[in-house]
């Protein structure tokens, strides 16, 4: 009885882990493309105030 609780426990930990991962990867990404827009934007900026 005490091996299928185990399992099931550890399942679930596995569960808790890749949903872990997952969202991890998907703040990444973002974090990713804000960094892209930070960017261009502050280029952006940077061309607006040289042609000035």
């Known amino acids: 009885m005490s091996t ?5 426990s550890a399942h679930n930990s596995m569960d ?3 949903t872990l991962v997952y969202t ?3 703040l990444l990404k973002y974090q990713e493309l804000f ?4 960017r261009g ?3 952006g900026f940077k061309v ?3 042609d000035i």
Do not use: F, H, P, W
């Open 16 to 18: 808790a882990l890749s």
């Open 41 to 43: 934007a502050t280029i």
């Open 48 to 50: 607006n105030v040289c």
């Open 24 to 26: 991890a990867k998907k």
């Open 35 to 38: 960094l892209v827009v930070v």
């Open 4 to 8: 299928n609780v185990d399992k099931n």
